[in-house]
């Protein structure tokens, strides 16, 4: 879907995870979301802060798994995920701090397997990923699913590819300082999801976007896989469709 613009286009996502919402409200049943970070949901967050300040949209039956956080990282850290999510969404809408899961960036490494085995189940015994949000990284990484990622991969922790790091590196001032790995959810959790919309703004992310839609579905890109997905949208603004 090609929009004007992304104020446009993260309306009408914000419209559509709205009135899914509200549907699973009247049913009585919880909203299973997966969120993203980076800085291509920010304008889908705001206008959902808006709709649950102007139009009274609660967040109450809504619980949400992020899909990656930097290992290490604690989550009061300036460049953490958990910081992200709470200026960008948490903080400014009724959602219960109990139903906000995060990749925990603490855990020592020995720990991480377990955890991201409790992390896959938790979003199985709630019948799975009712809406997944996805950014795309210039490789066409998912999450932190980075290139080379197979398709059935579970929540692990993995290394950072040099791309990503470069591109993190602004945030945490210098590439020395940036996490060289993280913790994500796998692309089988992702694929599993019932719906899903990746964001893409810019032209910066053009050819990405031309090799994630028209190139051959290949782990070099993972985002590719998504053209296997039965319901899944590629959003976009007018400069991030331009190599179509
Ligand atoms: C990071 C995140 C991804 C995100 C990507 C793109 O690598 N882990 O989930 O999709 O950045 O970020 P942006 O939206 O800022 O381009």
Request: with cysteine; net charge neutral.
């Amino acid at each position: 879907l090609v929009f004007e613009n992304s104020i446009s286009a993260s309306k009408a996502v914000a419209k559509e995870i709205a009135d899914l919402i509200k549907v699973k409200q009247a049913q009585k049943q919880p909203c299973v979301l997966g969120l993203a970070t980076g800085s291509s949901p920010k304008g889908l967050y705001a206008e959902l802060v808006r709709l649950h300040k102007e139009e009274g949209l609660s967040f109450k039956n809504v619980i949400s798994f992020n899909l990656d956080e930097y290992y290490p990282m604690e989550p009061d850290s300036v460049n953490s995920y958990v910081r992200f999510m709470k200026e960008h969404l948490f903080n400014h809408v009724d959602i219960l701090p109990e139903n906000c899961h995060i990749p925990d960036g603490t855990l020592p490494k020995t720990a991480i397997r377990d955890y991201c085995d409790q992390y896959e189940s938790k979003i199985e015994a709630l019948g799975g990923i009712d809406l997944q949000i996805l950014g795309i990284g210039g490789n066409g990484h998912i999450g932190f699913n980075e290139s080379g990622s197979l398709q059935n991969s579970r929540t692990r922790l993995v290394a950072l590819d040099h791309i990503t790091r470069v591109a993190a590196s602004q945030d945490f001032s210098g590439l020395e300082n940036t996490p060289r790995t993280a913790i994500t959810l796998g692309v089988k959790k992702i694929m599993e999801a019932k719906r899903v919309i990746l964001l893409a703004w810019g032209e910066k992310k053009s050819n990405i976007i031309k090799a994630s839609t028209e190139g051959p579905v290949t782990s070099s890109v993972p985002a590719s896989y998504l053209q296997e997905h039965d319901n899944a949208t590629i959003v976009l603004d007018k400069a991030a469709s331009s190599k179509l």
